[in-house]
């Protein structure tokens, strides 16, 4: 067995990184993190990543680029504690939460939502989009939000113990935070409790002071900050000067 | 243990269900299907499938709407034969080619070829956009065979027996001859002999036949044609008459 760290390529405030820090977290496995930004990944980095999404993780054996597939890797590497049920219907419920987050919250949440305020101001300097966002936030979010209400417990974990499931939809909550959008408990009180209580798990509290920090820290200065901070910041980079749009454009 | 088929929603002519149908075929699971374009599913569709996409799979337990999740979900309740590899490196290598095809092939192959020479034409009577036709015929599709070339092997399959990763990728290459594409054996030896020998294999061949029917039987009249064919065709549909557009619209 190998001693070095997982290193995990892929910025802090990505939920998708964020998914895999916290099985990460959970598992004890130690990691190092290169907090890249996607559209900041150097050519080196479009070979890990074939389609420049994040997070990237690179250990003695591998390099996946894709959070649902890392985070079936890790469990079936390190299999303690067990984040898929053990039950084969509620584990395939649970993957298809993951789906369901990954694809349609993530559509909504990050590119709707987080890209249209954050990331095209910060990263392009290109003005928001007021109409997506307005839809975002009238139709489509709503529309997650009540399915989500159908889907969710009224305490607890969604089987048992946390799970894929909980981690996959929670950490989109966190971005939709940095957004400043928040979940109206009187419309949605479940999916309002339940999103309070994951994020209040352990590993989620844990990341938030380095998300906080690369929230209000230029790109070019995050390593920095952050390992000052005590993140656990690689010392390999794929980090450029100049911003690159991703190949997958959804 | 129900003896009742398993129940697939989604047309023979879909990467994803023809996927589902040969893990299916491949595990002697018994089905039946509504071959239904996802664009014409009913009220009761979007129920099942939140984002409207097939293939759904209802079984006497579950209900589910995503190919991969299905796919695993096979795998765990009908084991033999193993269509994941048992290597737990390479079942994540499988898992990232399924992801890869899944979206990023999915996405050119799909939306940006299939979608515009047939169903634009033929679901919604809109004209083709060539720009985007050769966008992808010039620089996406030679992108993704470029990195395929990487991946697959000079004979047999990508880990040993048929895979999950094969069926993943394979599935996409008949949806690109529908729409009159094919992979230049001179610039891409590898793909092309591979793609050639995955889709020889059983289970794509039997479905072909059901797919040829598909592809010039109006969409009102498939049913009765396919069922008159043989194909396993269900009692009940999910299908409306007035054709409405997804949610996820990559």
């Not at 998914?19 to 990460?24: D, G, P, Q, T, Y």
Request: aromatic share 10%; net charge neutral.
């Amino acid at each position: 067995m190998t001693t070095r760290p997982v290193q995990i390529i892929g910025a802090y405030l990505s939920p998708y990184v964020r998914k895999v820090l916290v099985v990460l977290e959970l598992k004890g496995v130690a990691y190092e993190i290169d907090p890249l930004t996607p559209f900041m990944g150097d050519d080196r980095f479009s070979l890990l990543s074939p389609v420049r999404r994040v997070p990237v993780l690179i250990d003695d054996v591998v390099t996946l680029a894709d959070s649902s597939v890392i985070c079936q890797y890790l469990e079936d590497r390190y299999p303690k504690p067990a984040l898929y049920p053990i039950d084969i219907f509620d584990r395939a419920r649970a993957r298809w939460l993951e789906e369901y987050a990954d694809t349609r919250m993530g559509e909504v949440f990050i590119w709707h939502l987080f890209n249209q305020l954050i990331i095209k101001r910060f990263v392009w300097g290109e003005p928001t989009d007021q109409a997506v966002v307005d839809r975002a936030k009238n139709e489509e979010i709503p529309s997650i939000l009540d399915y989500l209400e159908t889907q969710v417990p009224a305490s607890n974990c969604l089987f048992g113990d946390l799970s894929i499931a909980d981690i996959s939809i929670a950490t989109f909550f966190r971005n939709a935070a940095y957004a400043r959008y928040a979940v109206d408990a009187r419309r949605w009180p479940k999916v309002a409790a339940y999103v309070e209580r994951i994020l209040a798990e352990g590993p989620f509290a844990k990341l938030k002071k380095f998300e906080d920090l690369s929230s209000r820290t230029p790109i070019d200065q995050q390593r920095t900050v952050l390992r000052e901070a005590g993140a656990p910041i690689s010392v390999e980079t794929y980090m450029t000067t100049q911003p690159r749009r991703g190949v997958l454009q959804i």
